[in-house]
C-alpha cells in the first residue's frame, strides 16, 4: 500500500488552494479529483455564469450604443458563440488551476475518492480500477451540488432543470420559471431575460434576495421589472406539471392559488453539501443534514481529518472555502490557525449589481442596536451617469454614539468590485468619521461609499441629507 502525506479529496476551491498553501509550508500533497479541477465555482457557477452576465451585460450597451455617440447597426446576440467564449475561459483557468498544482509539486490523482477507517482512502479510477493508499492526514474538500425541492414534478425526469443546466443552452427558450429569487435565480433571470426570454421568479420568502437589505432589493425588484422579468415573491410553488407550451408551475401564497406557464422550469434554490458515497459515516466522521462537522480549526470528528469548503455547510461560497482550505493545510502542517466569519462580503451579478457586508438595517435593529443609516442615490454619481446605469443606492448602517459600521450595502454599476473597500472597512473596525475622513477620487463610483458615510453625519455634498 502506497504512502502519503497528505491527501485532499476534491480538487475546487477548498481543495486546490489547501494543497498549494500545504506546499508552501513544505508539505507534499496530494490531490485526489474525479473531475475537471476547480470544482462547481470554475466549470459550472461562478465564472460560467459571470462570463454570460459579460456578454449579456456588453449586448445590451451596444444595444443603447447611440446614447454613447457610437453608431451600431442590427446588433445581435449569438448564443453559440457565448457559450464558446464561456468555455474557452474555463478552460484557461483550468488549466491555470493545474498548473499551479504542478508548479508547486502537487501530485494529482485521478478517480473517486471514498474514505476507509485508519485514514486509508480507497480510489476508483475512470478504468473501475480500484486502489488504496495509506494517508498521514486528510482534507475533506469534496464541495456541493444543487439541491433536491420537495415538489412533485420538480426533477429532471420530467423536464425540468437545475440552474447549472442554464448555463449550457443552446438555445434561449421563449419562457422560463425560475424557482428561487436568490443569487442564483437572479444572475440566471438576469442573463435569459437580456436575451429575450420571458422569466417568471417565484421566490417564497417577502422579497428576492431574502438575505439581503430589503430597501435594496425592493429598488433591484424594480430594476428587474423594468427589464421585463415577472416577480413572485412571498409565493410557493406546490407541483409541476405537463402543461400546452411546456411546463405549469402551480402556485400559491396564504390565501390563493393559482398557475404560471412556460416552456421551461429551473430549479435554483443553492447547493447542498456532496458527501454522499464518500464512507463518512463508516470512517467514523461526523455528519448533520449531509454537513461534516468542524471545530475553528477545521479537525473533523476523527484526528487527522479536516474538511473545508461546501462540505461543512455553512457559508457555501468559493472565497470563503478557500480560506477554509488554507485554515485546514496550515493546521495539518502543524500552524494553528482559524477562520474569521465576522466579515464576509457577499454579492450578485445582477444589472445593477448587489454586494453587501455585514447586517442589514433589519438584522442590526433585530439585534437591539440603535440604528442611524447613511444613504447616498446613485443617480447623484456622476460615473454611474457616464455609465448609463443610474439605477441604485448605497447604504451604511451605523451604530450612532461611536460611529461604528455595522453594514455597507452597494447597489450599483461594479458593485461587486467597490464591496472589497466596505470589507476591509469594517475588518480594521473602520468608523464612520474613518470613511469621511478619507480622501476618494473623484469622478469615481468609489466616492457614492465616502457620500454615504457624510449622510450618516449629515454632511452629505452632492444630495440633500436627510439627517440634518
Known amino acids: 500500500m502506497e504512502n502519503r502525506e497528505l491527501v485532499i479529496i476534491g480538487g475546487g476551491p477548498a481543495g486546490y488552494v489547501a494543497a498549494i498553501r500545504a506546499a508552501q509550508l513544505s508539505g507534499r500533497a496530494t490531490v485526489i479529483e474525479m473531475d475537471a479541477l476547480g470544482g462547481t465555482c470554475l466549470n459550472r457557477g461562478c465564472v460560467p455564469s459571470k462570463t454570460l452576465l459579460h456578454s449579456v451585460e456588453l449586448y445590451e450597451t451596444m444595444k443603447k450604443s447611440e446614447q454613447f455617440g457610437i453608431a451600431a447597426h442590427d446588433v445581435s446576440a449569438d448564443l453559440a458563440k457565448m457559450q464558446a467564449r464561456k468555455n474557452a475561459v474555463i478552460k484557461t483557468h483550468v488549466s491555470g488551476v493545474e498548473s499551479l498544482l504542478k508548479g508547486n509539486r502537487v501530485e494529482i490523482i485521478r478517480g473517486r475518492a471514498r474514505l476507509l477507517p485508519s485514514l486509508q482512502i480507497e480510489i476508483e479510477g475512470g478504468d473501475g480500477q480500484k486502489q488504496v493508499i495509506q494517508a498521514q492526514q486528510i482534507i475533506l474538500a469534496a464541495g456541493g451540488k444543487p439541491c433536491n425541492l420537495p415538489i412533485s414534478g420538480a426533477d429532471s425526469a420530467s423536464g425540468v432543470i437545475s440552474a447549472e443546466k442554464i448555463l449550457n443552452l443552446d438555445k434561449i427558450p421563449k419562457s422560463i420559471i425560475m424557482v428561487g429569487g436568490g443569487v442564483i435565480g437572479v444572475e440566471m433571470a438576469t442573463i435569459l431575460a437580456k436575451l429575450g426570454c420571458q422569466v417568471s421568479i417565484v421566490e417564497m420568502l417577502p422579497h428576492i434576495l431574502p438575505s439581503e437589505d430589503a430597501e435594496l432589493t425592493s429598488i433591484l425588484a424594480k430594476a428587474l421589472k423594468e427589464d421585463g422579468v415577472q416577480l413572485y415573491e412571498g409565493v410557493c410553488v ?228 436627510k439627517n440634518r
Do not use: W
Open 238 to 465: 406546490s407541483r409541476i406539471e405537463d402543461g400546452p407550451g411546456g411546463k405549469t408551475a402551480v402556485i400559491s401564497d396564504d390565501k390563493t392559488e393559482g398557475k404560471l406557464e412556460a416552456e421551461m422550469v429551473a430549479i435554483a434554490v443553492g447547493y447542498r453539501p456532496n458527501t454522499d458515497g464518500m464512507g463518512l459515516q463508516e470512517a467514523g466522521i461526523k455528519i448533520d443534514e449531509g454537513a461534516i462537522q468542524v471545530n475553528e480549526r477545521m479537525e473533523t470528528s476523527v484526528p487527522g481529518v479536516y474538511a473545508a469548503g461546501d462540505t461543512i455547510g455553512g457559508i457555501m461560497l468559493a472565497y470563503v472555502a478557500m480560506e477554509e482550505g488554507i485554515t485546514a493545510a496550515e493546521n495539518a502542517m502543524g500552524k494553528t490557525s482559524s477562520i474569521d466569519y465576522n466579515v464576509v462580503p457577499r454579492f450578485t451579478h445582477s444589472l445593477p449589481e448587489l454586494a453587501s457586508v455585514g447586517l442589514t438595517e433589519e438584522e442590526a435593529k433585530s439585534q437591539g442596536y440603535k440604528v442611524k443609516v447613511g444613504r447616498f442615490p446613485c443617480s447623484a454619481n456622476s460615473i454611474a451617469t457616464i455609465l448609463g446605469e443610474r439605477r441604485g443606492l448605497i447604504k451604511i448602517v451605523t451604530e450612532p454614539k461611536y460611529g461604528q459600521i455595522l453594514g455597507i450595502h452597494i447597489l450599483c454599476p461594479r458593485a461587486t468590485e467597490l464591496i472589497a473597500q466596505a470589507t476591509l472597512a469594517m475588518r480594521m473596525e473602520a468608523t464612520v468619521p474613518d470613511i469621511v475622513n478619507t480622501l476618494h477620487a473623484h469622478p469615481s463610483l468609489s466616492e457614492a461609499i465616502h457620500e454615504a458615510a457624510l449622510d450618516v453625519t449629515g454632511e452629505m455634498i452632492h444630495y440633500p441629507s
